[in-house]
């Protein structure tokens, strides 16, 4: 008996914290659905009725879209780049074990303790120089660079693989490469989901890198339009709740389809690190 | 004569044993050369990358910090440790920053993973609604740091002051991001709102990796709910703990986006850290390049030396179930 009014307590006070802790989202959520007036009669209440004009003009403003465009084109590369370069490193550096391969995987580490601003400044004198300025590939190769969290993840899934497949296909005949495309990349194929809705979710909110690389407005990215709305629109906060639940609704539907990825991804991560 | 001792030396120097008489490679030197190949075929397109756009531009930037340099004129002159001492001696803006983020980075970390280790306690103890709560309290983490600082300045000004017009609850009269006392305050509370969500995860996995039969003897042996925590639990879930701790230490010390967008360091200097400052001072409005990245190696060796004291002190608590 005093286990269950135990029990009971405890599911409403999880329940209540989690309102709470949703609560913010909630409020940016209904305002930006009100005319800019009934936004301060009362921020609390819901709106009167459906009202889209934040939405049009958020979505109107110059290139809105493109960004939106820009946005996709640039989580596709990275992502697509991290699965396959740190796979491959992953793969190979977790099976060779030299004194090589320990002092790969050392360097490795440093992204994780290294501030971006520590070689933000000659990296940016270095795109220029390569002519990746205001390029999506440009960003896209500096994230996957510094990609290592995804290296450890593989490195780590790696080690639950028995060797013996190699081997047996190696004997077989099968090359190198072929090892890696026909045998590991299918059984990595878990890791790699959650790998790859990860990234996804960091490319897309990164801002500092492609604030600093992309200047064309041609090129930028949604998260360097919410920062310069900021300045356009001035404290026209009708416009700008709706470019922020704009700018983050393409991931929240993203997590709420894949969400067992995401979760068992850092899930795996932490216990591999 | 010459080729046999010639293939004998480079044999001995690659560690390979060689037959008297066999001047042949030796199978296992082959198949070593092949691994290496190997290796460095599947580690070319990653540590290319690496090298080109992590290694070599950081290397760029640690001598820069030993330059007076502007970031545009190519006069560049060598100054030795003089941007470290002018940071550390005459740098009032500078030493304050050091103290807001140290201040910033105790308090995150530290209700971070209070508050995330609590509540995962208790969701893996919600049976029925587990999943459902897991997923939604990760929400915030999913959102850009730039969304988030902008959502958080729209709700510490406009709403908090409407809810005071509406209500007349003097708390929500407080000049959050105005107010020197409060500013750092309201800073931290956004981080942990952010943040939170990725450590319970953290911890809820580590909880369900704790085999259930050493609880249940716990049980039977009488211990109650608060002692099966404090010798059982925790203990077992250190690992859990020092990955939360060295990861949310790493980011705390580095934070600069959320800041960024919400208070850019203000009120004055309030709640300006490393990151804002060196961004403030060094590549915002005055040129100081040179100076700015020698802040930033001072940022990264101090990340750096916390992390590594804090990883051995935090190894040596765990323990084997």
């Known amino acids: 008996m005093v286990k269950t009014a135990g029990r009971v307590i405890m599911y409403v006070f999880l329940i209540v914290a989690l309102i709470l802790y949703l609560f913010p989202i909630y409020l940016i959520v209904i305002n930006s659905f009100k005319p800019f007036k009934d936004m301060f009669e009362s921020c609390l209440a819901f709106p009167k009725s459906l009202y889209l004009d934040n939405y049009i003009t958020a979505f109107s403003s110059s290139g809105f879209i493109r960004r939106l465009f820009n946005n996709i084109v640039l989580t596709f590369m990275t992502v697509a780049g991290v699965l396959l370069v740190t796979s491959m490193a992953g793969y190979k550096l977790s099976r060779v074990k030299s004194k090589l391969s320990k002092f790969l995987y050392l360097l490795y580490t440093v992204p994780f303790l290294i501030p971006f601003y520590t070689y933000m400044i000659p990296l940016v004198q270095l795109i220029t120089k390569m002519k990746l300025m205001n390029t999506l590939s440009g960003v896209a190769l500096i994230s996957i660079s510094s990609s290592s969290f995804a290296f450890f993840m593989f490195h780590g899934f790696v080690k639950t693989i028995p060797v013996e497949l190699d081997e047996s296909a190696r004997i077989d005949g099968c090359g190198e490469f072929r090892i890696y495309t026909r045998i590991i990349v299918p059984l990595l194929k878990p890791i790699m989901s959650s790998v790859a809705v990860l990234y996804a979710i960091w490319t897309w909110n990164d801002f500092l890198l492609p604030f600093l690389i992309l200047n064309n407005p041609e090129k930028q990215t949604v998260t360097i339009a919410v920062y310069q709305m900021f300045g356009k629109f001035g404290s026209d906060w009708d416009v700008i709740t709706a470019t922020l639940v704009l700018a983050s609704l393409p991931m929240v539907i993203l997590y709420i389809v894949l969400q067992k990825y995401v979760i068992s991804g850092i899930v795996a991560g932490a216990m591999k690190g | ?321």
């Open chain 2, 1 to 321: 004569m010459a080729n046999f001792a010639l293939t004998g030396l480079f044999n001995k120097f690659y560690g390979v044993v060689i037959r008297k008489g066999d001047l042949l490679m030796n199978l296992s030197y082959r198949k070593k050369l092949k691994d290496l190949s190997s290796l460095l075929l599947f580690i070319a397109p990653f540590t290319v990358l690496y090298i080109i756009f992590l290694l070599f531009p950081l290397v760029q930037g640690a001598f820069y910090s030993f330059t007076d340099w502007n970031g545009i004129s190519s006069n560049v002159r060598f100054i030795g440790l003089a941007n470290y001492i002018e940071a550390f001696t005459n740098d009032k803006r500078f030493i304050n920053s050091l103290i807001v983020t140290g201040k910033y980075t105790v308090a995150t970390v530290l209700i971070s993973n209070v508050v995330g280790l609590g509540l995962a306690l208790f969701i893996e103890n919600s049976v029925k609604i587990k999943s459902m709560l897991r997923t939604l309290f990760f929400v915030p983490y999913i959102f850009s740091l730039v969304v988030v600082g902008f959502s958080w300045k729209f709700i510490y000004t406009k709403i908090a002051t409407n809810i005071y017009q509406l209500t007349n609850i003097g708390f929500f009269n407080l000049d959050f991001l105005g107010s020197h006392k409060i500013a750092l305050i309201s800073v931290i509370f956004m981080s942990v709102w952010h943040g939170m969500g990725y450590y319970m995860l953290i911890y809820i996995a580590g909880i369900q990796s704790i085999d259930q039969y050493i609880l249940e003897a716990a049980t039977i042996d009488g211990a109650s709910g608060w002692k099966k925590f404090r010798y059982i639990k925790f203990p077992l879930l250190m690992p859990s703990v020092t990955i939360c701790v060295f990861t949310c230490l790493a980011g705390s010390l580095k934070v600069f986006e959320s800041i960024f967008v919400l208070t850019s360091g203000g009120p004055g200097y309030a709640t300006e850290t490393i990151a804002v400052n060196i961004y403030n001072e060094a590549f915002g409005s005055a040129n100081l390049y040179g100076y700015g990245t020698a802040k930033a190696v001072v940022l990264a060796l101090i990340i750096m030396v916390v992390s590594f004291i804090q990883l051995s002190y935090f190894k040596s608590k765990e323990v084997e179930a």
